[in-house]
């Protein structure tokens, strides 16, 4: 796991073609501290998160890009992630477990249920709440399972869980909004409007930006789902 992150970070610091780079990690925490902080939050840590957490604390990695033809579109393309401290995680930025952020007051009982149980992982949005979360099961487990959260959205799972994270992080160089093309999403609804927007934005710069080819494999994804929104609409 740290060599995926040590050459990821390599071949974002080492991109001229990349602006306001920041690429910067935290060791990972003891096999003591694992279970202290598993009778602390009344918790058992799966396997597959313990060791995530025993190399890897906090990582955060943001890169820009710009060129003339995007600035006449007053836009640019980024790349963003900031997986957190374990505290963090559970408690949030403001201590209060990520109240009015991930769930409110008001929400309903149903969803509450549900949205109390989700950890944030990777809090890669800026100006809306938008994350990666891990899931605590119903026995108390605080598992791999991937959660996909966007704000004013209901959470969508992701098609793979916390081992491959990293791996993904990397091929996609974090690019903004690559999770979406892993989770099952019908983009012919227009509340995913601006998503599917920002998917054909990702389709037609990642390229241009990287020479690695993986854009091919976005690209062949979306494609299956630009199909797939033909035949639900025939």
């Not at 012919?188 to 990642?206: C, G, P, T």
Request: aromatic share 16%; glycine share 4%.
């Amino acid at each position: 796991m740290s060599k995926i992150l040590f050459d990821l970070c390599k071949e974002i610091t080492s991109s001229p073609a990349l602006r306001n780079v920041v690429c910067d990690r935290s060791p990972g925490l003891a096999a003591n501290k694992l279970d202290d902080l598993e009778e602390e939050y009344s918790v058992k840590i799966s396997p597959v998160v313990r060791s995530f957490f025993s190399e890897l604390d906090r990582f955060k990695l943001a890169w820009e890009f710009h060129n003339d033809e995007l600035s006449i579109a007053n836009t640019y393309i980024e790349g963003s992630s900031k997986i957190l401290e374990f505290h963090k995680m559970f408690m949030g930025f403001d201590g209060r477990f990520w109240r009015d952020e991930l769930w409110f007051e008001n929400t309903p009982e149903a969803d509450l249920k549900f949205l109390k149980r989700l950890k944030v992982l990777d809090y890669y949005g800026k100006d809306s709440v938008q994350c990666v979360c891990l899931e605590i099961t119903n026995e108390d487990e605080l598992s791999p399972n991937l959660w996909l959260f966007y704000q004013g959205l209901k959470p969508l799972r992701m098609e793979f869980d916390l081992s491959e994270y990293l791996n993904k992080l990397r091929q996609t160089k974090a690019i903004w909004g690559w999770q979406f093309f892993y989770v099952d999403i019908n983009l012919s609804d227009k509340k995913y409007e601006a998503i599917k927007e920002n998917s054909e934005l990702v389709i037609q710069w990642y390229g241009k930006i990287f020479s690695d080819a993986f854009d091919s494999e976005l690209r062949d994804r979306y494609t299956a789902r630009f199909f797939q929104m033909l035949l639900i609409r025939n």
